[in-house]
């Protein structure tokens, strides 16, 4: 696994399964649930310090256009 690119996360189990759980209800893998929840945080505007815009991001689909 390229670590520069990718990182494990711990998190308790039920978490995990609630997560994993909403993620294939929605057709998403775990990884892309996390990332929109990471996204929706960020768009609300509880985390004034992070710039991040998934549009901008090369690693989503072109979904915006």
């Known amino acids: 696994m390229d670590t520069q690119r990718w990182k494990s996360v711990l998190v308790p189990r039920d978490v995990y ?12 893998t775990i990884s892309g649930q996390l990332r929109l929840i990471f996204e929706t945080y960020i768009e609300k505007g509880f985390d004034k ?17």
């Open 17 to 28: 399964e609630d997560i994993k759980e909403i993620a294939q209800a929605e057709g998403r």
């Open 49 to 65: 310090k992070h710039s991040y815009d998934p549009k901008k991001d090369p690693r989503r689909m072109n979904v915006y256009d």
